[in-house]
């Protein structure tokens, strides 16, 4: 497996691509978020997630911050991964919308698009940029029907690969993604499915052996906040004691050495920042120095998630 980036599946016409392990979450972050996607970025973040949603961010300040740290020359854009979504209406605050509700569901992601590439610009003094881009656009959940949800997904497909380089869904169950990976309606596949990675769904066992299976990076969020007994399992503190980092960043690395799979990563401290960014690399070396060590924690932490025997 890797431990630093994984390659998304190639898209006709774009060039490759591929997705740092971590990914900087800027969720709630509300007025700050400028400050601390220019932190995460100079700390060494180079994915940051965000949403058409000022319901929960402030997607224009996350463009803020990324704007900076590339004005500062901390980061250059192509070495960045930049990905936002699209938030169907029940999601939105109705007095926060980036599109009119009364419209199509086509016409309503036209301009969250829109909205997006004018709040991800690459300069502030050109809000229609035609160089800017996203390197992944996001469903934020399935639309109530599938019928939406392909409307929806067809809409965003005319922005691939020039505008939008790759697309996804979140929040998303097996079914539903069997359903749209399976659509003759659609023209391209799902590259990333982003869901909270905790008990009540086992842990997307099923869905995470079918992104496996299909090229699909799975991306775990609320993977702290969900899991306070993971966090105090013996197998975490076992690879925090070994590998010298500390236990949210040993889950984080024990949920990576599941396969093809990426974090979201939200913390506010910068200290915590670098030293999460540091341990993949510091776990890479111990399941290299002991790899049969390695292989049993991460035994040991598939058998605690109730990972199905097929996919130890």
């Known amino acids: 497996m890797s431990w630093e980036r994984i390659s998304l599946r190639a898209v006709q016409g774009a060039?490759?691509?591929?997705?740092?392990?971590?990914?900087?979450?800027?969720?709630?972050?509300?007025?700050?978020?400028?400050?601390?996607?220019?932190?995460?970025?100079?700390?060494?973040?180079?994915?940051?997630?965000?949403?058409?949603?000022?319901?929960?961010y402030r997607e224009d300040l996350v463009g803020a911050g990324i704007r900076k740290a590339i004005k500062e020359g901390i980061v250059r854009r192509e070495d960045l991964y930049v990905q936002t979504k699209y938030t169907s209406a029940p999601g939105q605050d109705?007095?926060?919308?980036?599109?009119?509700?009364?419209?199509s569901i086509t016409d309503q992601v036209h301009a969250s698009i829109r909205f997006s590439l004018r709040n991800l610009r690459l300069h502030e003094e050109n809000e229609d940029?035609?160089?800017?881009?996203?390197?992944?656009?996001?469903?934020?959940?399935?639309?109530?029907?599938?019928?939406?949800?392909?409307?929806?997904w067809s809409a965003l497909e005319t922005y691939v690969p020039h505008r939008v380089r790759n697309m996804?869904?979140?929040n998303c169950t097996l079914v539903v993604l069997e359903e749209l990976y399976r659509s003759p309606q659609v023209r391209i596949k799902p590259a990333v499915v982003q869901n909270r990675f905790?008990?009540?769904?086992?842990?997307?066992?099923?869905?995470r052996a079918?992104?496996?299976?299909?090229?699909?990076?799975?991306?775990?969020?609320?993977t702290l906040t969900a899991n306070p007994q993971l966090l105090r399992s013996a197998e975490?503190?076992?690879?925090?004691?070994?590998?010298?980092?500390?236990?949210?960043?040993?889950l984080y690395c024990l949920v990576l050495g599941l396969g093809h799979t990426?974090?979201?990563?939200?913390?506010?401290?910068?200290?915590?920042?670098?030293?999460?960014?540091?341990?993949?690399?510091?776990?890479?070396?111990?399941?290299?120095?002991?790899p049969d060590a390695w292989q049993e924690l991460l035994a040991s932490f598939k058998t605690l998630i109730r990972e199905p025997v097929s996919d130890r």
């Open 198 to 207: 905790y008990p009540t769904t086992r842990f997307d066992g099923a869905l």
């Open 210 to 222: 079918f992104c496996r299976e299909h090229g699909i990076v799975y991306q775990s969020f609320w």
């Open 15 to 56: 060039a490759p691509a591929s997705i740092p392990v971590l990914i900087y979450g800027t969720a709630w972050k509300q007025d700050q978020t400028a400050e601390l996607v220019h932190q995460a970025l100079n700390a060494g973040f180079r994915a940051v997630d965000t949403a058409a949603q000022p319901k929960h």
């Open 129 to 152: 940029d035609e160089q800017t881009y996203i390197d992944t656009v996001l469903l934020h959940s399935p639309l109530p029907t599938m019928a939406q949800t392909l409307e929806a």
């Open 262 to 290: 990426t974090v979201l990563d939200g913390t506010t401290n910068t200290s915590r920042m670098a030293e999460d960014l540091a341990a993949p690399k510091r776990v890479e070396q111990y399941a290299i120095a002991q």
């Open 94 to 103: 109705p007095v926060r919308m980036p599109y009119d509700p009364t419209r």
């Open 236 to 250: 975490v503190a076992k690879l925090a004691q070994e590998a010298g980092i500390s236990t949210a960043a040993a």
């Open 168 to 170: 996804g869904i979140s």
